[in-house]
């Protein structure tokens, strides 16, 4: 069993919906948790960055942490063509320390 | 938000020849940067973390004798793959941890090794 499970999709979903993506885990030290965004041949883009449980809200993003659960979510109001990509969980214990990352779901939004 | 770059973004180089990436934090100092490389439709793999000052960490299964890393300043780590084969063909990404946390990535070096 992997670290940090994260379906792969891909998930379709009409323009203006909401994204809904999540990730668990199963390693109770993870402190920091982080999204990104990778479109293909490029380095990840930083979405959002959580410390512990609780909710963030960034724009059209809200990141939710559920420590009790191990599981996080990002879900992404009014989507748009341009959010078709691939988004990465990544979790860590301390600040700075090594990523820990899902496998990544590919997601495409249709015009 | 931090910025990270990467250079070059793309390089050929011919089989057991050495190719360097530099990895540079343009906005904010790093004492940590880490090296990962990835392959298509797959996530990304750490290959080590590098610490400004002192030696790198590899990952198990990476040989540190063939990628060989230095972080001289806070702002800058290389990457040398030294006698570069076939198989070194990847997208190497680097990232830096800026003081609020957030780990940023560089946009990634294109290798192709021919």
């Known amino acids: 069993q992997k670290e940090v499970e994260q379906d792969p999709g891909p998930l379709s979903v009409p323009e203006g919906a909401i994204v809904s993506l999540n990730c668990t885990y199963s390693n109770s030290a993870f402190q920091y948790f982080m999204w990104y965004r990778q479109y293909s041949r490029k380095g990840p883009e930083l979405l959002m960055y959580?410390?512990?449980?609780g909710n963030k809200e960034d724009g059209r993003f809200t990141a939710q942490v559920d420590k009790s659960s191990k599981y996080i979510s990002l879900f992404i109001r009014d989507s748009q063509p341009s959010d078709s990509a691939t988004y990465l969980c990544a979790m860590s214990e301390a600040a700075g320390n090594k990523l820990t990352f899902g496998g990544g779901t590919r997601v495409l939004v249709k015009p | 938000g931090a910025v990270v770059s990467q250079h070059p973004s793309w390089v050929i180089c011919k089989s057991g020849t050495s190719v360097k990436i530099e990895c540079r934090s343009l906005?904010?100092?790093?004492?940590?940067m880490f090296w990962y490389r990835q392959f298509p439709k797959q996530s990304l793999m750490l290959m080590a973390t590098s610490n400004e000052g002192s030696k790198a960490t590899y990952e198990q299964g990476v040989e540190k004798d063939k990628f060989l890393i230095n972080h001289a300043s806070l702002t800058l780590s290389t990457l040398t793959v030294t006698s570069a084969h076939p198989e070194d063909s990847s997208f190497y990404i680097c990232?830096?941890?800026?003081?609020?946390?957030?780990?940023?990535f560089g946009p990634g070096t294109r290798l192709t090794v021919t």
């Open positions: 906005d904010f100092q790093a004492t940590t």
């Open positions: 990232s830096a941890t800026a003081s609020g946390g957030g780990q940023y």
């Open positions: 959580t410390y512990s449980s």
